[in-house]
């Protein structure tokens, strides 16, 4: 018979991480729970986290923002420091699963999953987040892009768990963008998925922009060349057409049962084609820092 444990604090997780190493960890369960449900996993011993309050919650630190790994993807949502900092990640959310999913999965476990395809991921590598990772002696930190090393292979260490998520606030006056495409339009897996943050100057000339693609390589992949084509310029359709091509150039999608690599290939640049449709923040009534999605 497999043990499950049920700590509730960091203080009884340590020991108990110190007596079984190869624990399965896992808070909503949504994903280790199908896959040991296929026989694709078969830990000796589970540990949930969700009886752990310190690991939830969304809180304001100066310029900071720090998400607790436990928090679920429906708390997330309805915080108004996501909705009103982080839209382009509230966004994301608000696509992921349905609401049963989103009232038990976690961000800490959309990360550690790791999946190219995993919807809070793209908006994390534009806000450039830092993940916290946490053992019984040690505390570290490094940006989420370091974390995610390949699909389902992250940085954790054994005895060690991922914490929370820190974000610098992004200035308001930010375009925050998140769209994804899948093969029905809800409860959808991305096919595709664009994440992207951009500044304009006052005369709507694009000043800053991050932009990061989910489902098109074996981790989020990010286009620096199509980032620096965009400055400088407005996001007309020549501007955004040239910025596409160097994005189908730099990701590397494979072909499965959702999508072959062309489509995937094709569909990573006309999602940044539709960016032109887009309004900008403090422009015809939309507040700085909008959401602007489909």
Same mark, same amino acid.
């Given at each position: 018979?497999?043990?499950?444990?049920?700590?509730?604090?960091?203080?009884?997780?340590?020991?108990? +991480?110190?007596?079984?190493?190869?624990?399965?960890?896992?808070?909503?369960?949504?994903?280790?729970?199908?896959?040991?449900?296929?026989?694709?996993? =078969?830990?000796?011993?589970?540990?949930?986290?969700?009886?752990?309050?310190? !690991?939830?919650?969304? =809180?304001?630190?100066?310029?900071?923002?720090?998400?607790?790994?436990?928090?679920?993807?429906?708390?997330?949502?309805?915080?108004?420091?996501?909705?009103?900092?982080?839209? #382009?990640?509230?966004?994301?959310? *608000?696509?992921?699963?349905?609401?049963?999913?989103?009232?038990?999965?976690?961000?800490?476990?959309?990360?550690?999953?790791?999946?190219?395809?995993?919807?809070?991921?793209?908006?994390?590598?534009?806000?450039?987040?830092?993940?916290? +990772?946490?053992?019984?002696?040690?505390?570290?930190?490094?940006?989420?892009?370091?974390?995610?090393?390949?699909?389902? #292979?992250?940085?954790? %260490?054994?005895?060690?768990? !991922?914490?929370?998520?820190?974000? $610098? *606030?992004?200035? &308001?006056?930010?375009?925050?963008?998140?769209? $994804?495409?899948?093969?029905?339009?809800?409860?959808?897996?991305? #096919?595709?998925?664009?994440?992207?943050?951009?500044?304009?100057?006052?005369?709507?000339?694009?000043?800053?922009?991050?932009?990061?693609?989910?489902?098109?390589?074996?981790?989020?992949?990010?286009?620096? %060349?199509?980032?620096?084509?965009?400055?400088?310029?407005?996001?007309?359709?020549?501007?955004?057409?040239?910025?596409?091509?160097?994005?189908?150039?730099?990701?590397?999608?494979?072909?499965? +049962?959702?999508?072959?690599?062309?489509?995937? &290939? &094709?569909?990573?640049? =006309?999602?940044?084609?539709?960016?032109?449709?887009?309004?900008?923040?403090?422009?015809?009534?939309?507040?700085?820092?909008?959401?602007?999605? $489909?």
């Amino acid at each position: 018979m497999r043990e499950v444990h049920l700590p509730r604090s960091l203080e009884e997780l340590w020991p108990l +991480l110190d007596r079984r190493p190869r624990a399965a960890l896992y808070a909503g369960g949504t994903d280790l729970l199908v896959r040991m449900g296929r026989g694709m996993e =078969n830990p000796a011993a589970l540990v949930c986290l969700e009886r752990i309050e310190e !690991l939830k919650g969304v =809180n304001e630190h100066g310029d900071h923002i720090h998400i607790g790994s436990c928090t679920t993807h429906s708390r997330l949502l309805a915080h108004p420091l996501v909705q009103r900092h982080l839209p #382009v990640l509230a966004q994301a959310v *608000k696509t992921l699963g349905s609401p049963l999913i989103r009232n038990m999965g976690t961000i800490g476990g959309n990360l550690c999953t790791a999946s190219p395809a995993g919807d809070t991921l793209p908006p994390l590598y534009v806000l450039e987040a830092e993940v916290e +990772l946490r053992s019984g002696g040690r505390v570290r930190r490094m940006p989420v892009r370091k974390f995610i090393r390949g699909p389902g #292979v992250t940085c954790i %260490e054994e005895g060690e768990i !991922l914490t929370g998520i820190r974000v $610098k *606030k992004p200035a &308001r006056d930010l375009l925050h963008h998140f769209e $994804k495409v899948g093969r029905r339009n809800a409860l959808a897996c991305a #096919v595709v998925s664009l994440a992207a943050l951009i500044g304009f100057s006052p005369d709507g000339v694009v000043r800053r922009a991050a932009l990061a693609w989910g489902s098109v390589g074996p981790t989020v992949v990010r286009c620096p %060349e199509a980032e620096e084509a965009l400055l400088g310029q407005r996001l007309s359709a020549d501007t955004l057409q040239r910025a596409a091509a160097l994005v189908r150039e730099a990701v590397s999608p494979i072909s499965d +049962l959702r999508a072959d690599e062309h489509y995937r &290939r &094709r569909v990573s640049g =006309n999602l940044l084609l539709r960016l032109a449709e887009r309004p900008r923040p403090g422009s015809s009534g939309i507040p700085p820092g909008c959401c602007s999605s $489909k």
